[in-house]
């Protein structure tokens, strides 16, 4: 019975040219990241055809259950993906993106001169670092990791998505792959980025990492051409 994950990073941010650090700040998606996203759910809708079993009758092309952070770019994506499928996100607070407490909203460079000492600890150890009132990379995995294993148990052999965030989706794959959280900022996560993962019991394969291909992103600009996709899935 193989369970099959797509892995989703929820679309650009409004204010992303400013680079800093959202964490647990609620953003809301710029139109690019809503564009984005329609791209990401139109790939995971042709993936859910094409490994349809009858693709005439399109059994098993639909996902079970979508689910997401509860902070609002992750939700707002998730309802673009799920919404072909008639279903509802079920946000889950445990996949929140990091919270960087009193970092958050501030940019790389902004994060150096103000907090010269603390900047120089986080860089030395960002694994285990924890900024003032906020969370290290350790903990952030122990409420993630408990998230994914409930979803798991719920929805065996069936196709779920998870729509979350770049550090969240980050050390999901790190756990998957069972690399040390060490090297967990050697994986890209680009906005709208789609991880696919399958379960084939107790052993998880990752078949993509950051896709779609840049070609799949690039043919999929107009309204017209996302709602096509889905027209088999009605």
Known sequence: MVTTLYLV????????DRQCYHGSTDVRLSDRGITQIKCAAAFIARRLIASSPDRHNNLDNKLAAVYCSSLERAIKSAEIIAAPYGLKPVELPDLAERSFGIWEGMTFSEIGEKHPEAFAAWFANPVTYNPGGGENVMQVRERVTRAMERIGTHHKGSHISVVAHGGVNRIIICHILGMPLENVFRIEQDYGAVNII???DAYPVVKLMNGPPLADRDSIQEEGQYEYSFQNIR
């Open 9 to 16: 990073r929820h679309g650009e941010t409004e204010g992303k």
């Open 198 to 200: 399958e379960f084939w």
